[in-house]
């Protein structure tokens, strides 16, 4: 059974890079040929493709969040970390992460509020 489990800082200011962990258990990152994912839900709206690590390390972005986004991993962990750079309120939202066609996170609650 695969499990992931995030990790975050609750609140954040303003301008600030949110930084959020998944860490993995039941299964290794690195296997072929899954992918990970970030995914989030701002308060009232539907799920949000941030984007995605693959088994081979390269990674994949959401054109709108593209200038602003940075996924990586600690294969020695079997961890992968989204940071999102220069954060507005419009960045609040459930941060989920996923292994692309079946399991996901509990998430974690991201305000940016000064």
């Known amino acids: 059974q695969v499990q992931l489990q995030e990790s975050g800082p609750g609140l954040v200011k303003p301008s600030q890079t949110l930084s959020v962990t998944c860490t993995v258990s039941?299964?290794?990152?690195?296997?072929?040929?899954?992918?990970w994912r970030w995914i989030r839900q701002p308060p009232g709206k539907g799920l949000e493709w941030i984007g995605s690590?693959?088994?081979?390390?390269?990674?994949y972005y959401s054109p709108p969040l593209k200038s602003r986004t940075s996924i990586s991993r600690d294969t020695s962990k079997n961890q992968f970390t989204l940071q999102l750079s220069s954060v507005t309120p419009e960045d609040t939202a459930v941060y989920y992460c996923?292994?692309?066609?079946?399991?996901w996170g509990q998430g974690t609650q991201v305000t940016v509020s000064s």
């Open positions: 996923h292994r692309a066609s079946d399991y």
């Open positions: 039941g299964g290794s990152i690195t296997t072929n040929y899954y992918y």
């Open positions: 690590i693959a088994y081979s390390g390269s990674t």
